[in-house]
């Protein structure tokens, strides 16, 4: 005879398909763990999501950092060289410009305005081309033709040409050439909205909420706009780089913030003479600059992989 089988502790016995019920399943991650996942997934996207944190930081907390007033001049240390230097001084760590004042301070301070000019920038496209785009997607026939129209007329002309010419219209200045940035960069917010809302007024979820007796303004930002979110961000990411980059041309030439005004184009439109006998006067502003273009763009390129659903990983 066989022994009987020992019964676990308690006297409970497994009936069969018991061992089943004690499987966890796995859940699956909501929408913003999913999203960190894929955005994560690219390195070069995490790193130029840093850097963007560091220079927001860097510019919201610029009085406590910058170790002087970016506009302060000092006539015994014109042109002196930075701290690792022969006649550097930690006092200055990245040296001093033509009247005496302190670079790290004023890239400190550049880098609150000219991310302010990038934001700046960008909303007033993103507002004013979302705007257009919804009602060029819903009204159609004649009003498209012709916002479409003059959108490709603004793009048929080369960016940094056109921003020049607004400007020397408007007058030299921050806020014109912020407003004449933002004209550049408009057309492509309106040919995103308005591509995304032809695409999304075809379905049924549209047709659905027209039925039901939503207005026009309900199926624009309550019904299509969410929906058309995801390429307008990744379009903004990178839409701050380019206007931090068209603002600092136009700094360079000139035509952008005006003297003491510590921006970065400003500062090498300003240390152009001194290329050859003081090179940190020319190369931080540059390097900062490259930093903050290549951050959002690579922060962009990662938002794209995570938002569209083709590109995910």
Known sequence: ????????????????GEAGSAVVRAVPPGPLREFWISFSANRGAVMG???????????LFAPLLAPHLPDQTNSAVFLKPPAWQPGGSMNFFLGTDAIGRDILSRLIYGARLSL???LGVVAISVVVGIALGLVAGFARGIVEIAIMRLMDIVLTLPSLLLAIVIVAILGPGLVNAMLAVAVVLL??????????????VSKDYVTAARISGAGTLRLMFSEVLPN????????????????????AALGFLGLGAQPPSPEWGTMLADAREFVLRAWWVVTFPGLMILIAVLAFNLMGDGLRDALDPKLKR
Do not use: K
Not at 187 to 200: F, G, K, S
Not at 229 to 240: E, K, N, T, W, Y
């Open 1 to 16: 005879m066989r022994p009987a089988a020992a019964s676990p502790p308690g006297g409970h016995h497994q009936r069969p």
């Open 228 to 247: 058309c979110a995801a390429p307008l961000i990744v379009q903004a990411s990178l839409g701050i780089s380019t206007a931090i980059l068209d603002a």
């Open 116 to 118: 302010s000019i990038g």
């Open 49 to 59: 999501m840093a850097v963007v944190l560091f220079l927001l930081l860097t510019a």
């Open 187 to 200: 057309p492509h917010y309106v040919r995103l909205t308005r591509a995304a809302v032809v695409t999304e």
